[in-house]
């Protein structure tokens, strides 16, 4: 017995709803049309075929599909009745299309495409990135050189690729400006200028109830930090109090280097072709994510949970720069730090999926965590302080600490303005953490990254 499913679908007679079947499957992973079975696969009486009629077909799917379908048609008996088996495989350039119209399998239904996803299914056929194209109206006058040369630094202390050459030269390279014209990535990465692509934040009570609220709209490298920034000063800090003398510390609400891992997976791989805000969501007890963009490719929701995918790029130049200056590891890893992160939290769960236009995350709890105790996590701030912390860290350099561990290369002034100290006191305290052998500086004060 055969099913319909996402790859078989059963039809009582020929007719353009089969061909409109066939063009959904050749924009996906391909299938089989039946021809002569019912809804249950069971064959309608009498069914017939002329002595031109299968070559009728084939024409048929031809002459109304662009560019055109060949299907494979034979005959083949099924609860000894003969009917018709229309064969087609994934086309290798999508999308292919019916009387102007186009579709795509989507589990066992034939989904009409949007002008955004057709254009989506186009790039990715032909293994390219909107992130790569020209970015309308901009030249290399509209990129900030101060952005610029701070990415190359950061990119040639954490050595993961070697560039020579002026920064215009090392641009082009990474393949990021095509002679003198500027893409879409380097406009987001290094805009003098506001991008037009906001990141809406906000701290409610119920959805309804807003207590506050916040626009951010910077760079890409620059949006990131500033919504960790708001993050850090909007969640609920817990204190652990031991030893003798005291020792204090601060437990955050939620595990910072999980949400930075998130919040980098929504930036990167956002649809920039959409005019739908990232937005991010603060309640009593939860947080949502919301990035405009499905999952891209052929990528699903089991997969993700399975961690059994191949990683795709919507912005590949994006993604890539990212990786280059350490913000993200290889390409698909981030999933597995992220449950780290989670799993150190006794009654904390996230949850995640596609919703209309976009992706959300949910990341909750129905206790908030106190004690790094409590979950036989040993007893520590960070895995790599372990023993070197004493009675003599103070509550701002715990404070310090914590951050340093959610991002290594988060400089004094951001320091400064997340815990609410000033610069001054923030280098003291950094002084203070060294001299204990704490917290160490690898590199140069620009180029370099913070050693716990």
Request: one cysteine or more; hydrophobic letters at 40%.
């Amino acid at each position: 017995m055969i099913t319909e499913n996402q790859h078989i679908e059963f039809k009582s007679s020929f007719n353009e709803t089969v061909i409109e079947t066939l063009c959904a499957f050749v924009n996906a992973k391909g299938g089989t049309v039946y021809v002569g079975l019912d809804d249950k696969g069971i064959p309608v009486p009498n069914f017939s075929l002329g002595k031109e009629t299968i070559q009728h077909w084939i024409n048929e799917i031809k002459n109304k599909t662009q560019p055109s379908i060949i299907a494979d048609i034979e005959t083949v008996t099924i609860q000894g009745k003969e009917v018709v088996s229309i064969r087609v495989n994934e086309f290798p350039v999508k999308p292919a299309s019916f009387r102007g119209r186009y579709y795509k399998r989507i589990k066992n239904a034939n989904h009409q495409l949007s002008a955004i996803e057709i254009t989506n299914l186009s790039l990715q056929s032909l293994q390219l990135s909107w992130d790569s194209y020209p970015a309308h109206g901009k030249s290399l006058d509209d990129l900030d050189i101060h952005k610029v040369t701070a990415f190359f630094e950061k990119v040639s202390a954490m050595g993961r690729f070697n560039l020579e050459g002026t920064w215009l030269e090392k641009l082009q390279k990474l393949k990021l400006v095509n002679g003198d014209v500027v893409s879409n990535a380097a406009w987001l990465l290094f805009s003098k200028e506001s991008t037009g692509y906001n990141v809406h934040l906000g701290r409610l009570k119920t959805p309804s109830m807003i207590i506050d609220d916040k626009m951010l709209n910077s760079t890409l490298f620059e949006v990131v930090e500033e919504t960790m920034r708001y993050i850090i000063g909007q969640i609920k800090v817990a204190f652990e109090i031991k030893g003798m003398p005291t020792q204090r510390t601060e437990i955050f609400e939620y595990p910072l280097p999980a949400l930075r891992e998130i919040v980098l997976n929504a930036i990167i791989h956002r649809d920039y072709m959409s005019p739908i805000d990232l937005q991010i969501k603060l309640f009593d007890n939860y947080i949502t994510i919301y990035n405009p963009g499905g999952l891209y490719g052929n990528l699903t929701v089991d997969q993700l949970k399975n961690d059994n995918y191949q990683a795709i790029a919507r912005n590949k130049l994006i993604a890539e720069a990212f990786y280059l200056t350490g913000d993200i590891e290889k390409y698909g890893s981030g999933f597995g730090r992220i449950r780290k992160g989670i799993k150190e939290y006794p009654t904390m769960k996230m949850e995640f999926g596609e919703v209309a236009s976009g992706f959300l995350w949910t990341v909750s709890y129905t206790k908030q965590r106190v004690s790094l105790a409590e979950d036989n996590v040993s007893e520590k701030v960070t895995d790599k302080v372990t023993d070197k912390v004493t009675d003599k860290v103070t509550d701002n350099q715990f404070k310090i600490i914590t951050l340093i561990e959610s991002n290594n290369r988060i400089t004094t002034n951001e320091l400064a303005i997340a815990i609410g100290i000033s610069q001054r006191k923030i280098k003291n305290n950094i002084l203070k953490l060294k001299a204990s052998g704490i917290l160490s500086r690898i590199g140069t004060p620009k180029n370099g990254y913070w050693q716990l």
